[in-house]
């Protein structure tokens, strides 16, 4: 089974950005743990700060995966482009916000991307992703 994992802007200074709402973790240790926890899963990561960019994964790895883990971070609230993206794909996509983004400024309230995807983890930290991992994971085998 292979997961990707898409990660958009600002999300490659984890660790060091705003370590109180979003961890002092980088995400490339993060992943570390994760592929040990999950060694039977082929995982792929990418990060980009490009809206195009991240279309172009998420079609990608539409064809490619079993299943796509997106935080699209700030793009969640702008962009009509990566929710078209995941309509236009058959694999499953989990969202995943680190941080509670319903607690959060009103403006992140809303995301172009839940209506379209199999659901939405926010606020539980990194452990978001390995949620979603388990989810993916057993999605697959029922
Ligand atoms: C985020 C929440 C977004 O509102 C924010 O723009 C981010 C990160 C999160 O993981 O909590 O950059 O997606």
């Known amino acids: 089974m292979h997961i990707a994992i898409i990660n958009g802007p ?3 200074l984890l660790g060091k950005r705003e370590p109180s709402v979003y961890g002092s973790k980088t995400f490339e ?3 570390e743990g994760l ?3 999950f060694p039977a899963i082929t995982f792929s990561y990418f990060q980009s700060n490009i809206e195009g960019e991240l279309i172009s994964e998420v079609q990608k790895m539409g064809a490619e995966s079993d299943g796509i883990i997106l935080n699209a971070a700030a793009y969640t609230h702008t ?3 990566l929710g078209d993206a995941i309509s236009a794909i058959t694999a499953p996509v989990v969202e995943v916000h680190i941080s509670n983004i319903y607690a959060r400024e ?3 309230h809303h995301s172009y991307l839940t209506g379209k995807c199999a659901g939405v983890i926010s606020g539980l930290g990194l452990k978001g992703y ?3 991992v388990s989810y993916l994971s057993s ?3 029922t």
């Open 10 to 12: 600002n999300l490659n």
């Open 29 to 31: 240790s993060y992943f």
């Open 35 to 37: 592929k040990e926890k």
């Open 79 to 81: 962009s009509v482009g």
């Open 106 to 108: 009103e403006y992140r």
């Open 130 to 132: 390995e949620l979603a």
């Open 139 to 141: 999605a697959k085998n």
